[in-house]
């Protein structure tokens, strides 16, 4: 069975802290993975995408890694701020074209403190 | 930049009754996806939908759900007869096309409550 796992569930951290959120998959067969960012209520907001090829990709203050080999992810956050606080999720995309779904883990829920 | 939208927002629906949510995918994507998230729980596959047709979709999905495309532009997901179990933030999502380097954009969400 195909699943996503992020630990821990919740991180708080004080300003300027850089950090790294971890995403680990059980099935290597990847065609990308996706970091999305979800406010309280809102909806999910696409942060970075690595393809299965790839090893990172990076956009602006956040830096996404690849290593499909063991099964991991991480989500980089340079000099976090307090609008940096929300649901970071990470999701894998398996299958491909009409059949290609998002396997999404539980999300990590971040806390920076002012 | 192009969005996906959600209608309405927020939906209370007694139970046993019909709900339809409807969504508007970005133009020009050609791979449409509805996604639910039970409060506290993880995002989930519900169906992936591509040339008018099902392409793919989850054991969630049984004979109450369905989806279509009615025109060029909208798409809908349609619950025949709502249980208290289908409380949940529904989310739309589209991709331009299948292949690994196009992202699949979503929507706000429809909170649906049931009662």
């Known amino acids: 069975k195909q699943e996503v796992t992020q630990i821990p569930a919740a991180l708080s951290v004080p300003e300027g802290e850089n950090l790294v959120l971890n995403c680990s998959f059980t099935?290597?067969?990847?065609?990308?993975l996706q970091w999305f960012r979800q406010d309280p209520g809102k909806g999910l907001t696409s942060l970075l995408l690595?393809?299965?090829?790839?090893r990172e990709q990076t956009s602006g203050r956040l830096n996404a890694s690849l290593d499909k080999s063991s099964g991991r992810s991480t989500l980089y956050i340079a000099a976090s701020q307090p609008g940096d606080s929300a649901t970071y999720l990470c999701a894998a995309l398996y299958g491909a074209g009409a059949n290609s779904k998002l396997t999404f883990g539980k999300g990590i829920t971040l806390s920076v403190r002012p | 930049e192009p969005e996906v939208t959600q209608t309405p927002s927020h939906q209370v629906t007694q139970m046993g009754q019909e709900v339809i949510l409807r969504c508007v995918p970005i133009?020009?994507?050609?791979?449409f996806y509805w996604y639910r998230q039970i409060l506290g729980q993880k995002v989930e596959f519900l169906v992936s939908?591509?040339?008018?047709?099902?392409?793919?979709k989850s054991e969630i999905f049984d004979d109450q759900f369905s989806v279509e495309r009615p025109d060029g532009s909208n798409f809908t997901l349609k619950i025949r007869s709502t249980k208290l179990e289908d409380s949940a933030m529904y989310f739309c999502a589209s991709s331009e096309d299948g292949i690994r380097n196009q992202p699949q954009h979503f929507g706000d969400g429809t909170r649906l409550s049931i009662l």
């Open positions: 690595i393809q299965s090829s790839q």
């Open positions: 939908f591509y040339n008018n047709e099902i392409s793919e």
């Open positions: 133009s020009n994507h050609l791979y």
């Open positions: 099935d290597s067969a990847i065609y990308n």
